[in-house]
């Protein structure tokens, strides 16, 4: 009697129950392995399993033969089938192995689905890379905004492309100097050579000849048996940007005008030289005019360079594109973190619109980020985004009859009150001062100026 209720038993289950003995041959095989396998049970009871299966593709063979039971495994015993088995070996009562038992669940169903998703989120993220693509008509497209003064850099930087003469592009720190440089390297004839960036004011003095020229093997202590390309080599054929122009140490500018001058460069430890291919490109956020009248920039390397002139427009001259950009950055840092896009309400624009942007879009794009990674709701109004900007304390400004708080007016306070305290620390001395906070001297000298700050005690 007990034996027919465990057949019972076993017959009303869903999965594949394969029963064996030690000889390898069938002695139960229920209704679910019927219709998994498409194998009836007078033909495969009583008989070796190796006769409808390959012994490699058994796992309850494998089971038999370790005496190993396996939990949850995924398993494939014919090409066409998948499944999630749990087999374990069977002992009689004095331990001795007897045969083994296999429980295998279909699942050949949800792979082939699974493979499907895969094919078709594959097919719909070609299609939208080609959406994308077709959306991007050129590589100026990547300057985000429709803003008049953003259109008339953009028409200066497609005419600069077309041609192969340096161009300078001015423009304070996080306008988008080098995404602009990039695109006039994209939009012209050099798409398919290098672009290779190099941030003058990142690079220690005494590694500036190696970093652009390179050196001959052997050419000082340390240096690499075989010598090594510097930037403008790597740069042959293509374009060299050039970022913070202004902090390349004066004895380089002479060796950059005579490969501006000559297209040629000579290695460290070279006497030969190499000609090149290279357009340059330069930016900087320092007024090189200025420097050049305190002989920190070569007026003959400025010229050189500063052929056609592109001027990025800082955020606040481009207030209509505030909402576009914040849009971009907003869908950017949802898909990056996966979580869904906050919605900006008016009013929560208006504040941003009404903020001066010292850091520019990079400021903004700081922003957007702490907006989607702090925020948790799914919209945004005037209320909730003063939380979100870094500087908080209250300048003042009057909108109607209420007083509001004016970041910009604060942080000119608080900058001042820091170059005050700091040139009374370096006892006037500029050059300190300038060093100190982590500015250039024209900067200093700038914004001096601009808040009127007495330099009665002040000497270079």
Not at 71 to 82: A, E, F, Q, S, V
Not at 89 to 95: A, H
Not at 156 to 174: H, N, P, Q, V, Y
Request: with cysteine; proline share 3%; hydrophobic share 35%.
């Amino acid at each position: 009697m007990d034996n027919f209720y465990l057949e019972a038993i076993l017959a009303a289950e869903d999965d594949a129950i394969t029963v064996i003995n030690r000889n390898e041959e069938v002695l139960f095989w229920n209704d679910a392995a019927v219709q998994t396998y498409n194998i009836k049970k007078p033909e495969i009871l009583h008989t070796k399993i190796t006769e409808f299966f390959h012994d490699e593709d058994l796992m309850v063979l494998k089971v038999l033969k370790t005496k190993v039971p396996v939990k949850n495994t995924y398993h494939r015993p014919r090409h066409d089938k998948h499944v999630v088995i749990n087999a374990s070996p069977v002992f009689d009562m004095q331990g001795e192995l007897i045969g083994a038992v296999s429980v295998e669940r279909d699942i050949t169903q949800i792979v082939k689905l699974n493979d499907n998703l895969v094919n078709t989120s594959a097919e719909l993220n070609e299609l939208r890379q080609q959406v994308y693509t077709a959306k991007e008509e050129s590589p100026f497209s990547k300057l985000k905004g429709n803003s008049k003064a953003l259109r008339q850099t953009i028409q200066i930087a497609r005419k600069a492309a077309r041609t192969d003469a340096t161009a300078l592009i001015l423009g304070e720190s996080g306008t988008g100097k080098e995404i602009c440089a990039r695109a006039i390297h994209e939009a012209s004839n050099r798409k398919d050579g290098p672009f290779i960036p190099v941030n003058c004011g990142a690079i220690p003095s005494a590694l500036f000849e190696s970093e652009l020229f390179g050196y001959e093997g052997g050419a000082f202590t340390g240096a690499e048996k075989k010598g090594k390309a510097g930037k403008i080599e790597m740069a042959d054929g293509g374009t060299l940007f050039l970022d913070e122009v202004g902090e390349l140490p004066l004895e380089m500018q002479v060796k950059l005008l005579r490969v501006l001058q000559e297209d040629e460069i000579y290695r460290i430890g070279d006497s030969k030289g190499k000609k090149v291919n290279v357009r340059f490109i330069a930016a900087t956020n320092q007024n090189l005019e200025q420097l050049m009248h305190e002989k920190q920039f070569r007026s003959d390397l400025y010229y050189r360079l500063n052929v056609i002139q592109i001027h990025m427009p800082p955020l606040r001259e481009r207030m209509d594109d505030i909402a576009e950009l914040s849009n971009v950055f907003l869908h950017q840092f949802a898909a990056q973190y996966q979580t869904s896009v906050p919605k900006l309400e008016q009013d929560a624009l208006q504040v941003m619109i009404e903020y001066d942007w010292p850091g520019n879009i990079r400021e903004l794009r700081n922003l957007v980020q702490r907006i989607v990674i702090l925020s948790e709701k799914p919209i945004i109004n005037k209320d909730d985004i003063h939380h979100y900007f870094q500087h908080r304390h209250a300048g003042t400004i009057k909108s109607g009859t209420a007083t509001v708080h004016s970041l910009p007016k604060e942080k000119e306070s608080m900058e001042k009150q820091l170059i005050e305290e700091t040139l009374k620390q370096m006892n006037g001395n500029k050059s300190a001062t300038a060093k100190k906070l982590g500015i250039s001297r024209v900067t200093l000298y700038n914004k001096i100026n601009k808040y009127e700050i007495d330099q009665s005690n002040g000497n270079n």
